[in-house]
């Protein structure tokens, strides 16, 4: 039996630019070599023509299904920042942003974390009438809330438009019930305290002093309730360690009970220090039997629509974490793949499906490139994410026989 690693690069796939993806364009030796020496294919993480959410697609490559588990964003990204939901709480996956006349101008506040530790110790001092209010930072411009009271329900829309030049949503109850209405009304009353407060902050002067945006609201979205998950010991007989410097990673691998491991340098942007991660993945496949790396800053560019600082990130990411561990890792099952597409073009989540190369004892195909055109040409064909884990554990000698 051989141990996994699950490599995922966030938002790798993409669409043609000028004829060719970021990954058609970058210099990726170190991929190149698992294709050419593993077999490829490509992947839909959730669902044919389903544009999969990060929470989502993770579930499914876990091998949960998402249909059945997925409750909304909110109680991943609670998990990830270290909140434990009690049952009848509801959490929300938040941004720090920027408005000005009623209008959000910057979704992410700029990315600039100046004094966002500083107003949510504020923020936590908002009471709200009808149920008790958690806020917790996480990384970058990210935050969680939670609503604690009798009576709440998720079924809420967001506050968070997810656009700019154009006023924040009011939330509103989506199925009518007394439940709804209520959760939707202390949203919106937190929303508007956070706005009032926020307003004439001492950290709002001072971020606008050295020619930042402001943060002067909080978009909330994804509400949710706790699911009951089955823990990935219990699934698989397996241990199991997550390498995320992302809160919702961290949360969803938390949920299925991974082990997190933390690494100095690692962040959710482009500037991480990934080398550090690919380190500590070597590492932890000493002690566990599947490890998880999850890297960020592909999407992040593909975010902000940055085609050259997506294949720069490749590029690193190429250089620095698939080099030393093609090195390093002599006897164990790599799969290199991606959670989802984000075509740099439309700066979001899209269906089309994603390349993936697996190393290891498996037939060899004619692949040479990894890239999305060339990974279709593949011995995997086109696979489902639901049932990536059982393929990689087959193929490490870890499937029980079905059957006589």
């Avoid at 490829?40 to 490559?61: K, N, Q």
């Avoid at 500590?280 to 790396?293: G, M, P, R, T, W």
């Avoid at 600082?309 to 974490?321: G, L």
């Avoid at 593949?378 to 490490?396: F, K």
């Amino acid at each position: 039996m051989k141990k996994t690693l699950l490599i995922v690069c966030d938002g790798l796939g993409d669409r043609l630019v000028d004829g060719l993806t970021p990954l058609e364009a970058a210099e990726t030796p170190n991929m190149d070599s698992m294709a050419k020496e593993g077999v490829c294919g490509l992947m839909d993480t959730v669902l044919m023509g389903v544009r999969p959410g990060s929470d989502t697609a993770h579930l499914s490559l876990f091998g949960y299904d998402p249909f059945k588990y997925y409750t909304g964003r909110g109680p991943f990204e609670a998990a990830g920042v270290g909140l434990d939901l009690r049952q009848g709480d509801v959490a929300f996956r938040c941004n720090f942003a920027s408005i000005k006349d009623g209008k959000i101008i910057d979704r992410r506040a700029g990315r600039q974390e100046e004094g966002l530790d500083e107003l949510t110790r504020e923020i936590n001092n908002i009471k709200i009438e009808g149920a008790e209010l958690i806020y917790k930072k996480a990384a970058g411009h990210r935050a969680v809330l939670v609503l604690r009271g009798a009576g709440l329900s998720p079924k809420v829309s967001d506050t968070d438009p997810e656009g700019e030049k154009v006023e924040y949503n009011q939330s509103k109850a989506l199925d009518g019930s007394r439940e709804a209405r209520k959760t939707a009304e202390l949203l919106n009353d937190f929303t508007d305290k956070v706005v009032e407060l926020l307003a004439e902050h001492d950290v709002n002067k001072k971020r606008a002093d050295s020619n930042k945006l402001p943060a002067n609201i909080v978009l909330a979205r994804g509400a949710g309730m706790k699911a009951s998950i089955p823990s990935f010991k219990q699934k698989y007989a397996l241990s199991a360690a997550c390498i995320s410097a992302t809160t919702l990673i961290n949360g969803v691998a938390r949920e299925v009970g991974m082990d997190l491991i933390e690494v100095d340098g690692a962040t959710g942007h482009v500037d991480s220090d990934v080398g550090a991660k690919a380190t500590a993945a070597i590492k932890a496949l000493e002690s566990y039997d599947f490890v998880f790396l999850h890297l960020k800053g592909t999407d992040e560019a593909s975010h902000d629509g940055n085609f050259k600082s997506k294949k720069e990130m490749i590029e690193r990411i190429d250089r620095e974490v698939i080099g030393p561990i093609l090195r390093e890792i002599k006897d164990a099952t790599i799969a290199l793949t991606a959670d989802h597409s984000t075509p740099v073009g439309i700066k979001q989540h899209s269906a089309d499906p994603v390349p993936i190369a697996i190393l290891g004892d498996v037939r060899t195909d004619d692949v040479e490139r990894f890239t999305e055109r060339d990974c279709a040409r593949g011995g995997l064909n086109r696979i489902r994410g639901l049932y990536l884990l059982n393929i990689l554990l087959d193929i490490s000698n870890r499937i029980k026989l079905f059957g006589a």
